[in-house]
Structures are given as C-alpha cells and as structure tokens.
C-alpha cells in the first residue's frame, strides 16, 4: 500500500510538473481550445479509430441541447462542453434562452451535472454566445460565453468565481460577436478582444488569475486595420523566445508578442493584410514550433513563418518563408516538423515546416465546407467538414485517404483524442467512438 500511495504522489507531482511547462499532464487529457500540446496534436493518443458511422465504432453518444462551434475540454474520466438553448437570431425579441456547461462521464457519457453559465443566447450565422472553448487543469474548469461571462467551477459543479467582462471593460464590438477561447498558462487565463467593425473603443489582451478572477495585468493593443479588419476571432498562443515563454496574439492586420507578467509589447510582425483590405478580419489562431511563429491571414494569403527574435516593428528579415497556402478559419496543425493545412474549401497541403517547402502538394478531400480544425493524432489527420463527414489521413510523408466517415450533422466543433477514444461534436450530440 506504501508503494502504491507513494507511485500514485509521484504521478500527481509529475503531472503539475508537466503542466507548469505547457507540456501534456498526462494520458487523459485535452485541457484547452488546440488540446495539451496548444498546436492541435496529441503524442499520447493511441489506437484510434479510423471508420466508423452513426452506430459504428461509438463507445457512446449523448444528446447535446443545441449546435456550438465550442471543443471539448477533457481531463481523466470528465468531459466538458458548452450547449445552449436555441438562441434567437436578430428577427425576433430577445430571449431567455439559457447557455450551458455540461460535465459528462467520459466512461458512458452521461451527465454528472449542468450549470447555467449565461441567458440570451444569440445566433450569428456560424456563432452562438457558446463558441468560446471551455478550459480545465483537472480541478477546476472555466467558461467564457459571447456575451463576456467568464465562470470558474470545482469539478462539482460549484461555481468559484465568476465575473462580467463587458461589464468591466466595454461592450465588444466585432462584427458576428466574440467567439476567443482564453488560453490557460502558467496559472493565468489570457483573453483577447481584438475589435473594431460595431466598435470605436480599442483592442485589449488581459491576463487573469485562475483561482480568484482578479485582474493581472490589461493592456491596449494598438492596431491601424481598418472597417472589419480589426476584429479577430482567434485565440492566444504561446511561443519561446530564449527560453522564455511570451504570449502570442494574432488579429487588426499584425502578430504581437507580449510579455507575460506585464503584458508590454515586445515586438510586432506586419505584412498579413499587404493591400489594407477593409475586410481582413482574422479567424484562424496562429502556431509555434519553438521560436518560431505561423500566421495566417484571411483566405490564407499571405501565410508567414518568421521568428521574433528582435523588438518592435520586426523587419522583413524575420520572415523564414511566406507562401498562399494558408487557412482562413481552420487553424493548422503541426507534428513539429511538418504543417499541416486543410482550407475551408477542402484542400489539404503539407508544408515543410523549416523552409516552407511542399511535402504534400494541394488535394482536395471530401467535398463540403470546412469550419472546424484539424486534429493530429496517432499518427493520423482527422479533418470533419461542416455536413459531420470526417476525412481520416496518413500524417505521413504522402497523401493517403484512410477513410471517410458521415455522421450527417452539422459540424462546427474540431474534434479531440483522449486515450483510445476520439471525441466529435455534432449539432445535436456529442461522439465518443473507439474502436471495439
């Protein structure tokens, strides 16, 4: 019994350790928006499915009370979404219509508890108020809604902390409503508000402490985009720059980075918005591979690799490569040695990713439009449309279809892998399939 109270504490510690390094805690675990590794990769997810259908290869399925374009979160046997009530959509009085955080057993599915995380939900063509992924580090999980409602529950369901963004800062202002994920690091949440078309107030980046909600820092951040421009719907990410992790923010025509503790600007890379084009506004969330930074612009064009390594307004010099192949609203994935891109159209390229070079040239996949992002994991790609079929892909040197597979239900939410399940959210449920 010492031994095995002593392994158990060796685990736990190990996973903290983990965690506070950005790295995977453990096995079972998809903790944010881009999963553990913060690119959209799991390295520990294994013996995945390939095929499956409606009744094919699910371990289970669970009703969800509306569509949402919101990932999973998932640590150990609990797996967190956001759902709401229909919502109203602009032509009819405002509704009660509720948005919700479910907490469900990754065993059987069903639903440990539900909590009320805001009211009026609305509908904004590819958007509700529940489009912000939920986060967790396995004791705590926090939501953000549309509507600047950021709470803070135990895995109980008891609401630590909870508190009114717009209320405390100002109305957003983005032209089909907010829809960032906050990034968790290093015990804080960062949330971006990078807006302009419905707004004249300025953008700001803002870190919050996890456990009690209170400020640490806020800062403005300055942009000359123009019209819809300014807005941005992407989340934060990290990047390291001589060993030191700096916050990466991507939107309003440039990449910042910003210092962690304060919030400063350290530099800015322009060049996404070259012909300062009124409606470059921004969806995907930018990549990192070591210090090095990728950034995709409206339509993908232009996709940038460039490293920050100087201050203020980087010079040209810093960009590594830059090409067209980029994506507007899915964000990339890497392996770290290859980029990997699926467009809203369909098209799949690899992208080498030290030099830009082609691995896989353009092809198309399963027809239909794409929204949600890629997932890399056991070796494989596994890319859903917004009709619910999922094109699954060798992550290897050449283009080779696996499989595809239809759930014929809408699909705005990017899948996850957890152990030797992979998760989908439909419009109306939520997937756990393994193989049996």
């Not at 390295?43 to 949402?68: G, I, Q």
């Not at 979404?81 to 469900?104: C, M, P, Q, R, Y």
């Not at 159209?345 to 949600?372: F, K, N, P």
């Amino acid at each position: 019994m010492l031994f095995r109270n002593r392994r158990i504490l060796f685990v736990l510690v190990l996973a903290c350790a983990l965690t506070a390094l950005g790295a995977e805690p453990f096995e079972f675990a998809w903790p944010q928006w881009r999963g553990p590794n913060l690119n959209g990769s799991s390295s520990v997810a294994r013996n995945l499915p390939v095929t499956w259908s409606a009744t094919e290869n699910v371990a289970w399925r669970v009703a969800l009370p509306s569509w949402s374009a919101a990932t999973p979160a998932i640590w150990g046997d609990t797996v967190f979404v956001t759902s709401a009530e229909e919502g109203f959509d602009g032509s009819k009085a405002e509704t009660n219509d509720k948005i919700l955080l479910l907490a469900i057993s990754r065993e059987d599915g069903s639903v440990r508890w539900q909590r009320v995380i805001g009211s009026g939900n609305q509908t904004r063509r590819k958007q509700n108020l529940t489009s912000p992924s939920p986060i967790t580090d396995g004791r705590h999980v926090w939501s953000m809604t549309g509507s600047g409602s950021l709470q803070c529950h135990d895995f109980n369901g008891k609401e630590i902390w909870s508190r009114d963004i717009q209320g405390d800062f100002g109305d957003f202002g983005l032209n089909h409503g907010y829809a960032s994920s906050p990034l968790l690091y290093r015990g804080k949440l960062y949330l971006q508000v990078l807006h302009g078309m419905r707004t004249d107030a300025p953008s700001y980046v803002v870190a919050i402490e996890k456990a009690t909600g209170k400020d640490a820092w806020r800062v403005e951040r300055p942009t000359d985009a123009v019209f819809e421009s300014p807005d941005s719907y992407s989340t934060p990410t990290i990047v390291v720059i001589g060993g030191k992790p700096q916050l990466v923010v991507l939107g309003g025509d440039y990449v910042t980075g910003h210092d962690l503790d304060k919030g400063a600007e350290i530099w800015r890379m322009g060049g996404l918005n070259p012909e300062r084009h009124r409606f470059y506004r921004t969806i995907a969330s930018a990549l990192t591979i070591g210090d090095v930074v990728y950034a995709s612009s409206t339509r993908g064009k232009p996709f940038l690799a460039f490293r920050p390594t100087g201050t203020g307004l980087l010079p040209s010099s810093a960009v590594l490569w830059k090409n067209e192949l980029g994506s507007d609203v899915p964000t990339p994935v890497t392996d770290g040695k290859r980029i990997f891109v699926v467009n809203d159209r369909g098209i799949v390229v690899a992208l080498d990713a030290q030099t830009g070079h082609i691995s896989w040239d353009r092809q198309r996949i399963e027809a239909g439009t794409y929204s949600s992002s890629p997932l890399l994991a056991d070796g494989k790609i596994y890319a859903v449309n917004e009709e619910g079929s999922t094109t699954v892909l060798s992550a290897g040197d050449d283009f080779e279809v696996l499989a595809v597979n239809r759930l014929d239900s809408r699909t705005l939410a990017s899948p996850v892998a957890v152990g030797n399940q992979l998760f989908i959210r439909t419009a109306d449920a939520l997937y756990c399939l393994a193989k049996k």
